[in-house]
């Protein structure tokens, strides 16, 4: 009698896994904008109504702004708070990498070719970046509080994988007309959800690519 105990434990535990597992729902994304055409770096999120905690191998992941042909890759990087990012500097000039917003302001003073930077971003928010040297350059670090994000790529899609229940599903653009560079509703995800879409207004960024 005495090993019935621990068998039902791993059971139970088991059973209790399985079930977690199974509340586990696909969500399909679709971001437009106003003319019907998919919109990339769209970072898209679901927040649970009762959070959710970040997974420490979620933050351990390796995140990289690199700057290469005179313009940070990519321009959009969505992270979890708590997250390091890698700035290597991969052209033949130099860079000064800085950020002023509240966030997580910055700076990493002019380094070359082959070199890298690092740092980490505890706080959710946007962060813009800069180079000090080239005016042209400009990206955004979006840090969520949530382990359920995605960022679009040309295809304006994503597909989280996401609790079952309620919670808030939200779009951040840098580029999109609306406070907080924010579109956001409230919804219940089921075992089968159909196609979220979104149709956002977003402003044109002429590219920069290659100018010095």
Known sequence: ???VFPVLAVLLFASAAAATAATAADLAVTVNNASGRPVAFAVVTWTPAGGAAIPAAEKGRA???????VQFSPYVL???AGATVAFPN???VNHHVYSFSPAQPFQFPLYGK??????KFDHPGTVALGCNIHDSMSAYIRVVDTPYYATTGADGRVTLSV????????????????????????????????????SIKVRQVAPTAGQY
Not at 63 to 69: D, E, G, I, P
Not at 114 to 119: C, I
Not at 172 to 177: C, F, K, R
Request: no cysteine; net charge positive; hydrophobic share 35%.
């Open 163 to 198: 609790p079952e229940g309620a919670g808030s599903l939200a779009v951040w653009h840098p580029n999109q007309e609306t406070p907080e560079r924010q579109t956001a509703k409230n919804m219940t995800v089921g075992k089968a959800n159909a196609v979220q879409t979104f």
């Open 90 to 92: 991969m052209d033949r």
């Open 1 to 3: 009698m005495k090993y």
């Open 78 to 80: 969505a992270v979890p």
């Open 114 to 119: 082959g070199k890298s930077r690092t740092m």
């Open 63 to 69: 995140f990289v702004m690199a700057q290469k042909n």
